[in-house]
């Protein structure tokens, strides 16, 4: 149980709130277990016609709990054991509209989750990252297919390499997300957005999006990312680049072979 994790059902939207604002919503794997009952709740209640991502807070998500990452990494478990996967599964499977609505800080899977949701609202000022080599991982959430095919190689592979990120109207301009309001806009036309989703005739909206996306496929891979992600969380270079953002310091990866 976490109460880091909101859910509220309000005229066919399901509304899942990060609720984390102190860590910057950072996604401990307690919150990826009430992430993964939400989503397949929102799947099989007939009653939930679209699900609605947001946050508390000036940050959408900060990404993986790096904490987690250090605990999970020593203890050489392996991510397809753990609830991230379980979240990863059900997103994949999920067949019905996803909405999510972005102020601040969208990094690693706070970034990647976008990519399974259909209609994005950003702020203009939002800051979207993927920094997986930075932290000496791989990419997860069958982001290695995805994001390349919303974005092209060289621009996925520069957010992969150097994980600096984008802003909201470049997400936009790039094809991340559908509309860049100002912040202060932003849960307003993500709700508008969702409302008139729930609207649609369900059934025709369910079997548009499964037709648009492979879900088996997806899963797949996110197995496959897996076994990358999950070599490298454990690996002397992952390690140094944990300690080091808990250190508040630049990694250093001169040594490593
Ligand atoms: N895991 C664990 N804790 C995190 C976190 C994460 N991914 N991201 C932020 N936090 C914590 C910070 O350690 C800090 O905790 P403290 O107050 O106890 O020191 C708190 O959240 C606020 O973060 P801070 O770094 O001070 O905020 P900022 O506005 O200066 O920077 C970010 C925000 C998101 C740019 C920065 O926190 C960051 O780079 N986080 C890591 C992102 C990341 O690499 N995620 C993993 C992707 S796979």
Redesign the pocket.
Known sequence: MTDHIQTELSGGVLTVTLARP???N?ITQAMYAALSDAVERARTDDAVRVLLFRSEGD?FS??????DFIALGSQGQQPTDMSVFRFLKALAEFDKPAVAAVRG?A???GLTLLLHCDMVVVAEDALLSV??I??A?APEAASSMLLPAAIGHHRAFEMFALGEPIDGRTAVAWGLANRAVPADGVEAAAADLAGKLAARAPNSIRKTKRLMRDAEALWALMQREGEAFGSQMSSPEAMEAFMA?SQKRAPDFSKAG
């Open positions: 102190e860590k910057k950072a940050s900060a990404g993986n709990d790096i904490a800080r990094v690693g899977i920094p997986f930075n932290l991982l953002f």
